[in-house]
């Protein structure tokens, strides 16, 4: 099949301009519509505040560091503040004047020499932002997460769960991986609030190591499972029933190029398509089942439940290929590939008992970036919006905002040419008993105007309520939360 290459020179690779400016608490400028007076709370997003770094492009989508911007809404205005995570490695960086760290897909300029044995990657902290146990965290899959003020967003640490994220299998292992990673998508248990989340650790041994964090923010490790190989996993699953779901694509870090620089850990990656993905579940009392289904690879996932026949049920955004680091670098530089290869909306089917999968697809979209009703996480739930496009989309961007219903499988999608919009929160109305009676808050990136809007839109049909202008462009982030006023 020949693929259709676009270079989409504007609306990407604007929209992914490099942040220089840090404001402090101006007033948006409402475009159009109205502020809901009963929208009070505050929206707070995480993404990379930029793409290159004095000069140097990263090489991946996920290298950039990491910058929170903070949306207050008192029912008539919004307020807005960004900052940078002050990570070490970004306050070192920022001394220097130059790139001084490794990151997980983009090696230093300079070859072996400035590459060869560093296995210490920058904590780029731009993946999404927590709130649990009283802290609020910046998130990044490959290392700890970071303390955020979540008023002023000054940064506070880098945090370890009172050393509960420290690496303590081995003295030789606390030497290749000092710190435990800590994945950048936790799982609130909806009946608990235990924080469930899992880090994927290379050293002596791969290990697939899961934790738990009561409400109180006082943190413990689970399961350890013992990994043939150095996978790669960035979402999982947690339901009501309390099963812990992932799934483990068959691809494998070439350690030994990636030790000498030749490459970076990324474009280490190697994929064995003629391999099932595994399927981890993990019971509440810690047995582990090992299931297998066709060759996929899951960025995200929708949601997960615990089915009255007893089945699980899981949904996520299916790609029936890895996406190579090649394949990001080219998404940062504009090209993107019309294949019809985007992640569907699929719906898996867990049977515990009898060892089988089934799965197929929810909808005729693809999307990404799914989000839920809050109170769903780990429920059975009617609705999922994200970005997205109907298969049969005349671009080959996620330029849509969608909404499907899962139940069905239809979907609606809005957006206006030329522009690109952000994740979408979900925000249910007060008083609201209808799952979509919510507000969306997302970006919108304008290529037209070379602006960033905050939206706010109607969960039920997706039509703009208010729109409000940023006084800079921003980069559209990856993931965000809302915390309803007087949580902080
Ligand atoms: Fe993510």
């Known amino acids: 099949m020949a693929i259709q290459h676009y270079k989409v020179l504007h609306d990407y690779v604007r929209a992914n301009e490099t942040v220089a400016d840090e404001y402090d608490d101006v007033e948006l400028t409402l475009l159009e519509g109205e502020l809901p007076a009963d929208l009070k ?113 000054d940064t506070i640490d880098r945090y370890d769960y009172n050393g509960v994220l420290r690496n303590q299998f081995s003295w030789l292992d606390s030497r290749i991986a000092p710190e435990l990673p800590f994945s950048a998508h936790p799982k609130i248990h909806p009946d608990t609030g235990v924080l469930h989340n899992f880090g994927t650790v290379a050293g002596t041994k791969q290990r697939l190591v899961l934790y738990e964090v009561d409400p109180q923010g006082k943190a413990k490790i689970g399961p350890v499972i013992e990994m043939d190989d150095m996978t790669f996993s960035h979402d999982f699953v947690v339901t009501q029933s309390g099963h812990r779901i992932l799934f483990l694509t068959p691809v494998s870090f070439d350690m030994p190029r990636a030790l000498l620089g030749l490459t970076s850990p990324a474009a280490s990656i190697k994929v064995d398509r003629t391999k099932p993905t595994l399927i981890l579940v993990i019971d509440p009392d810690g047995t582990i089942h090992r ?13 997960g439940y615990q089915n009255t026949d007893g089945k699980l049920i899981v949904d996520g955004l299916m790609l029936d290929f890895f996406p190579a680091s090649d394949l990001m670098k080219a998404y940062l530089q504009g090209n ?45 739930y009617k609705y999922a919006w994200g970005i997205g496009r109907p298969i049969s989309h005349s671009r080959p ?22 522009t690109l919009p952000s994740e979408p929160i979900v925000v249910p109305r007060p008083g609201a008993t209808a799952e979509d009676d919510a507000w969306l808050l997302y970006l919108l990136f304008d290529d037209t105007t070379h602006t960033t809007d905050l939206l706010v839109a109607d969960a039920a049909d997706l039509t703009t309520i208010a729109r409000l202008r940023l006084p800079h462009n921003i980069p559209l982030g990856f993931h965000g939360m809302w915390l309803p006023e007087g949580e902080v």
């Open 41 to 153: 709370g505050v929206l707070f997003r995480n993404g990379n505040g930029r793409f290159a770094h004095q000069g140097v492009w990263y090489d991946h989508l996920f290298d950039g560091d990491g910058m929170i911007s903070r949306f207050a809404f008192d029912g008539q205005r919004v307020r807005y503040r960004n900052r940078y995570v002050r990570t070490r490695e970004f306050l070192e960086e920022e001394k220097a004047g130059r790139m001084l760290h490794r990151s997980f897909g983009t090696n230093l300029p300079g070859g072996l020499l400035k590459n060869a044995f560093r296995m210490q990657f920058k904590n780029a902290a731009n993946t999404s932002v927590v709130w649990h146990g009283g802290h609020m965290m910046a998130m990044w899959e490959g290392g700890l997460p970071h303390r955020i003020d979540p008023v002023t967003l």
């Open 291 to 303: 299931l297998t289904t066709d060759f996929c690879f899951v960025f995200h996932f929708v949601n």
């Open 336 to 380: 993107v590939a019309d294949d019809g290869t985007g992640a569907r909306f699929t719906r898996y089917v867990l049977d515990l008992e009898t060892k089988q999968v089934t799965h197929r697809p929810l909808a005729d979209y693809e999307g990404e970036l799914p989000e839920i009703h809050p109170d769903l996480v780990g429920k059975p």
């Open 397 to 418: 961007l996620a330029d849509q905002l969608v909404k499907i219903d899962v139940t069905t499988g239809q979907g609606i999608h809005a957006g206006p040419d030329e």
